[in-house]
């Protein structure tokens, strides 16, 4: 069965950073794509970053390219999103998601990710961001 537990959300000003963190269960890791969704006050869920089973980045959401980066501990069993340069529309409650579906390039380029490409969710993590 697949588990994950984020933490390591917050509240942090603007231009701070935050590191999320996502306990996987075993065998997760390696045989899922794992992504990082968000879903913001009065917002739709949106794909954030999606690493692969073999632990490349496929996909970043233009809006957080170059200050957000996704990451993997096989041997702990972890994914992380390390946060930089926050900004008051990153707030949102920030979800890690383990799906078998995601198709990751088109034409090579990356696509961004769909809820229903990942079926199985943590109970999500709270950012907030002030100015």
């Known amino acids: 069965q697949v588990q994950l537990v984020e933490s390591g959300g917050g509240s942090v000003q603007a231009g701070g950073s935050l590191r999320l963190s996502c306990a996987v269960s075993r065998y997760t890791i390696n045989t899922y794509y794992l992504g990082w969704f968000r879903q913001g006050p009065g917002q739709e869920r949106e794909g954030v970053a999606v690493?692969?089973?073999?632990?490349?980045?496929?996909y970043y959401a233009d809006s957080v390219k170059g200050r957000f980066t996704i990451s993997q501990d096989n041997a702990n069993n972890m994914v992380y999103l390390q946060m930089n340069s926050l900004k008051p529309e990153d707030t949102a409650m920030y979800y890690c998601?383990?799906?078998?579906?995601?198709?990751?390039?088109?034409?090579?380029?990356?696509?961004?990710?769909?809820?229903?490409?990942?079926?199985?969710w943590g109970q999500g993590t709270q950012v907030t961001v002030s100015s």
């Open positions: 690493i692969s089973t073999a632990g490349g980045r496929i």
């Open positions: 998601a383990a799906g078998r579906h995601y198709r990751g390039y088109m034409n090579y380029v990356p696509v961004p990710p769909g809820e229903a490409d990942f079926g199985y």
